[in-house]
């Protein structure tokens, strides 16, 4: 973390306890200036955002304690030109080796978290972060939540679930990763619609499918597009999604005046008759 931030440590000298005092007087300092009464955040984002605010408007009011002349923010001001860019947040994380389970979880810290189906049955390497978990297998990113702090959660992101709906579309009615997922307007509006018919399921297993190789953004404008025409069936929105996918017949180029024969070519096939005769 130093060489990220290039901050050079200083130790504290041995056997001088006193210079432990020093640092939690300051920490003491702090928690009175910016933290007295106790705060409640829902977000660490938040928590960040009004303390930036605090301290430049602290900065801005309070004289620097060597220059009076100056406030501490005029003097911030002209040091900025010359300090080290900064460099973006440190990679910081506790990575912890873990296995998947047949339902597709893995537990971290009390609490459980959906991956990819395919990482079934390979382990996985657990990187904590302070505000979310990413879990990684082979380098590459299986799934990817905002951390639980609580005991016993269970995080789903039911998109890591679709691969196996194709072979239990049932599920996607009562399953517990489906339960209350919110998706997208026309998709949503396509989901009602396709509940009430018999195989309705069937069809939004394979509607969902297409998000895995179209994206999500294509296949909700398919969906918009077949319930502008009255029609919601998967294979209405399916045949959008290959027509789309199909670029069409290349338009046909115009030939510049310049670029055009003064004298076309004309096709004579009786001269083959004479090599044949030949």
């Known amino acids: 973390m130093c060489a990220h931030y290039l901050v050079d440590p200083v130790a504290c000298t041995p056997d001088s306890g006193w210079e432990k005092g020093q640092v939690e007087n300051q920490v003491g300092l702090v928690r009175e200036r910016f933290f007295t009464p106790r705060l409640r955040f829902k977000t660490y984002d938040d928590l960040n955002a009004w303390l930036v605010d605090r301290c430049v408007a602290y900065a801005k009011a309070h004289r620097h304690p060597?220059?009076?002349d100056k406030t501490v923010w005029e003097s911030f001001e002209e040091e900025r030109p010359k300090l080290v860019p900064y460099a973006g947040p440190f990679d910081g994380f506790q990575a912890v080796p873990?296995?998947?389970?047949?339902t597709c979880l893995v537990r971290f810290d009390s609490n459980k978290y959906s991956v990819n189906a395919?990482?079934?049955g390979r382990p996985v390497d657990v990187h904590a972060y302070a505000d979310r978990i990413v879990i990684r297998q082979n380098g590459r990113v299986v799934g990817e939540h905002r951390r639980a702090f609580g005991r016993a959660e269970t995080i789903f992101d039911p998109w890591h679930y679709v691969p196996v709906l194709a072979r239990k579309p049932g599920a996607l009615?009562?399953?517990a990763p489906f339960k209350d997922w919110v998706l997208p307007a026309a998709m949503e509006r396509v989901r009602r619609k396709l509940a009430v018919t018999d195989d309705g399921a069937r069809q939004m297993v394979e509607i969902l499918a297409a998000v895995l190789t179209d994206g999500l953004p294509a296949v909700e404008a398919a969906c918009a597009e077949a319930l502008a025409h009255n029609v919601h069936s998967a294979d209405v929105i399916l045949n959008i999604l290959a027509r789309r996918r199909d670029?069409?017949?290349?338009p046909s180029i115009q030939t510049p005046e310049g670029l055009r024969l003064q004298h076309a070519p004309v096709a004579d096939c009786a001269r083959y008759d004479s090599i044949r005769g030949g």
């Open 66 to 68: 060597e220059f009076a």
């Open 98 to 102: 873990a296995s998947v389970s047949k």
């Open 118 to 120: 395919s990482a079934v």
């Open 173 to 175: 009615r009562n399953g």
């Open 247 to 250: 670029p069409g017949p290349v």
